[in-house]
Structures are given as C-alpha cells and as structure tokens.
C-alpha cells in the first residue's frame, strides 16, 4: 500500500528540503480533530456560543483582530512530529492532555479578540493594558500568588493578554477545581470575574466574527530546513561562561584521578537524562538546555576533569548544577519563551 504523503518515507535530509505549503497536511482526519471537537465540547458545557476557527500553520498563535488560533503544522503527522523532535529536542502539544491546555489558552486570546475584552475598564483594573508592548525579556516570580499556573515558566507573568489566557484556560479546563486550588490567592480574583464575565457574554453575538486566517501553512514557501534554521534561533540563549568554578567543584582535576572517566564523556553518556530531569523542573526546552550542556562539556574538556564519585550522585549534582544556572538566567535577564503566543 502506498503512503498517503511522499514525503513520508523520504530521509530527514530530503523531507527539510519541502516547502512547508508542498506538506499538505490538514487538521481534518487527524487526532487534532478529535482535539478540537473536544474544546468545543468544554466551550458547550460552559453555554459559550463562540468556537474559534482553527487551522495550520508554523506554531500556536492567535492573531489580534482574529476570533481564531493557529496549530503547528508538525502536529498533524507522525513523521513530522518526529522531525520536531530531532530537530529541537521537544514536540510542544504532542500529547493530547498538552495540546488540550494550550487549545483552552489560545481559546482565551480568541474570546477576548471577538468580545474586544480589553476595553473593558476592570478587564484592565485586573489584568493591565492590553496595548502595553510585548517585553523582549520578561523576569517570572515562581512563588507569584497573583497569576495562575497554568503553561510553562509562568507564562502569565509575561503581558497582560497572556494573563488573561491562562486564566481564562484555568477557568474553562473540565474538573480543575480552582475554587480550591487558588483559595487565598489574588489571583482567585481574576478566576471570578472570568467566571462573571464569560455568564454575561456567552450566548452574545461576537463583536469580530471574522474567519481570517494568518500565515496558513498552504501559502508558507520556507523549506522544513529554513523554518528550524529560524526555530534554533529563537531557542539560543548565550550563557556566560562563569560555571568554570563549579564545574571544578564537582568533578576532579586531581592526577590520582587521571584513570576515573572523564567528566565529557560522563556527561555525554547521560545527556539525555540530565536534560530531560531539568526540562521537567524548569520548564525550560531541551534545546536550550542542550546548548548548555555543550558548552559545559566542552568546559570540561578543556579543564580535563573527570567523574569521581557514585554515577547516580553525580548525575543529581550536575543536574541541580543546570537547574541553578538556568534559573539564574531567568531571573538575571529572563526571556520570552517560544510557545504559545
């Protein structure tokens, strides 16, 4: 039997090659219909009448204006959701429960365009100024009381629209009891007026009800190649060269040492699970993380130490290590993340 897309059986090399808009892959038929059959299934059991129009593109977006959102191409197949992975280390939404939270966010950016929300004075009393500009960086408050927690790095923390999505997205997820969850925070104030606001307009008409579309993947004329030559560009953060000390502090330089492993391949031989241990406590994207442990590894290298002590110690201290330094460079510089927007 011949496969449904060419592209399928073609090596990495030649599917990066394609044109985005030559992938003609679709949300119809696949499981993010069941997704988005879903959504509208929340939306129903809370009586709201809108159902944002979705469809493909290069990442999730729900445009100003656009009572809408956009799903990353890479979703919609097997073989193109292994591609992400090889090329960026993550697949953001590959599981159903993952995709769902960023449907219901990106859901609340699409209700707050149709019903202009953001003119409303205590939508701006509770949340800001929806026109305040998008930071370039933005420092996140883990111990914040003020914001949900709802997609990774405290993404409600960045701009005021983005505050109201993911409380919007708390508010609207089946069973997430944020009654109790968010008893005594202020950000339980916003969960009530969402609650409040969404009873008066649910079954109003809304005041954009425009099916545009924004960079559809059928117009797209980037290769695969050219379009993660972009994505790892975005994902690059430069971290100072500062983790000489520590690095020193964990590993031996010592010559009695000299026939233990050495500290690169150590860490090479544990890469995966370093990485993937400080993904899930930071939220931070593996890809990132990797382009670290690079330059810690070469650090290692060029300092010749090498890995004394109990393997599943040294795994744990290393990965503490990572955790500190990327943590810190949140806080001392910060950055907007590449999801969701």
């Not at 990066?16 to 059991?45: F, M, N, P, S, Y």
């Not at 997430?176 to 606001?197: F, H, I, Q, T």
């Amino acid at each position: 039997m011949s496969a449904r897309f060419p592209w399928e059986r073609f090596s990495e090399e030649r599917l990066l090659q394609i044109r985005l808009k030559d992938l003609g892959v679709t949300i119809e038929g696949t499981w993010l219909d069941g997704c988005v059959a879903q959504l509208h299934e929340e939306l129903d059991a809370r009586g709201i009448v809108l159902k944002p129009h979705v469809w493909l593109s290069d990442e999730w977006f729900s445009p100003g204006g656009v009572p809408g959102f956009a799903v990353p191409f890479y979703l919609a197949h097997p073989r193109l959701r292994r591609l992400e992975r090889n090329q960026v280390l993550d697949v953001e939404g590959a599981s159903r429960a993952e995709c769902m939270r960023i449907m219901r966010h990106e859901t609340g950016h699409a209700i707050q365009h149709a019903y202009q929300l953001q003119r409303r004075r205590k939508w701006q009393e509770l949340f800001g100024k929806s026109s305040t500009k998008y930071p370039e960086y933005y420092r996140p408050n883990p111990s914040s009381k003020r914001y949900v927690q709802h997609l990774r790095l405290w993404y409600a923390q960045s701009h005021p629209d983005e505050d109201f999505a993911e409380t919007f997205a708390v508010w609207l997820r089946p069973r997430s009891d944020w009654r109790s969850r968010y008893g005594g925070w202020p950000a339980l104030r916003k969960l009530r007026y969402v609650e409040s606001l969404m009873s008066e307009i649910c079954d109003q008409k809304p005041l954009v009800a425009t099916r545009r579309v924004i960079d559809p993947l059928q117009k797209m004329t980037h290769t695969l190649a050219q379009h993660y030559e972009s994505r790892r560009e975005k994902y690059t953060v430069k971290f100072p060269n500062t983790y000489d000390a520590d690095l020193k502090r964990l590993f031996s330089s010592e010559p009695r040492h000299r026939r233990q492993e050495t500290a690169a391949r150590f860490l090479r031989r544990n890469r995966s699970e370093i990485r993937r241990l400080v993904a899930k406590w930071t939220g931070e994207f593996q890809y990132t993380l990797d382009l670290v442990l690079g330059d810690m590894i070469g650090r290692c290298t060029e300092l010749r130490l090498r890995a004394v002590g109990p393997e599943r110690q040294l795994v744990m201290d290393f990965s503490v290590l990572l955790t500190v330094k990327t943590m810190h460079f949140l806080y001392s510089q910060g950055r907007r993340d590449w999801i969701a927007l």
